[in-house]
């Protein structure tokens, strides 16, 4: 069973640092392109970066390049977010999901973590 | 931000038909295939639709999507209770810095 468990959220100052985990299980992580995506309260799904299956090639949504770096861990079957210099318009759940490149979906999704950026 | 419109709200009786309409441009859903997920209140979304009109295994056939041009749409046929939820077209779109856009969402009720 295709699992996704994010990690790492909580509340944090604007200005600050948080790095978000994905521990995937039940496929073989290092053959598939994985994304992060968010929902701030109440709105819709804003792709936020993806990355491809070896880690050499990454893309970001305007709204966060400079501020956040994706990256993953294939021993580990672990996907990241690196969050800096965060706002109070960060704030919002981020999903990680699985990325099916010849569909061009993404098949599976975590549950989710809360990014609160306040003061 | 969303590049993909989608109307905000749609309403249907149990039993009824509802469609939802996606319009996008030649760089998103006019170059590129339709996926579309469902987000049952308090959940994460989940695949419904992909490849323009392909359904996950598991994923009742009442649901069906569509492509024409830039725009697509999704059908809802014999609508349940357990349908109403927000609904996101997405597609990758090869213009932008961001590849992968989402729809604005139409939260759809059962009266």
């Known amino acids: 069973e295709v699992q996704l468990v994010e990690s790492g959220g909580g509340l944090v100052q604007p200005g600050g640092s948080l790095r978000l985990s994905c521990a995937a299980s039940g496929f073989t992580f290092s053959s598939y392109w994985m994304h992060w995506v968010r929902q701030a309260p109440g709105k819709g799904l804003v792709w936020v970066s993806r990355?491809?299956?070896?880690?050499?090639?990454?893309s970001y949504a305007d709204s966060v390049k400079g501020r956040f770096t994706i990256s993953r861990d294939n021993a580990k079957n672990t996907l990241y977010l690196q969050m800096n210099s965060l706002r109070a318009e960060d704030t919002a759940v981020y999903y990680c999901?699985?990325?099916?490149?010849?569909?061009?979906?993404?098949?599976?999704w975590g549950q989710g973590t809360l990014v609160t950026v306040s003061s | 931000q969303s590049v993909l419109t989608q109307p905000p709200s749609a309403s249907g009786t149990p039993g009824q038909r509802v469609t939802i309409s996606c319009s996008g441009s030649s760089s998103n859903i006019g170059s590129n295939t339709v996926n579309w997920y469902q987000q049952l209140p308090g959940t994460a979304p989940k695949l419904l639709i992909y490849s323009n009109n392909q359904r996950p295994s598991g994923v009742p056939d009442r649901f069906s999507g569509s492509k024409s041009g830039t725009s697509a749409s999704l059908a809802i046929s014999g609508l349940q209770s357990e349908d109403e939820a927000d609904y996101y077209c997405?597609?990758?779109?090869?213009?932008?810095?961001?590849?992968?856009?989402f729809g604005t969402g139409t939260k759809v009720t059962v009266l």
């Open positions: 990355i491809n299956s070896d880690g050499s090639s990454t």
């Open positions: 999901a699985r990325f099916v490149v010849t569909s061009q979906c993404l098949d599976y």
């Open positions: 997405a597609a990758w779109d090869d213009s932008l810095n961001g590849p992968y856009v």
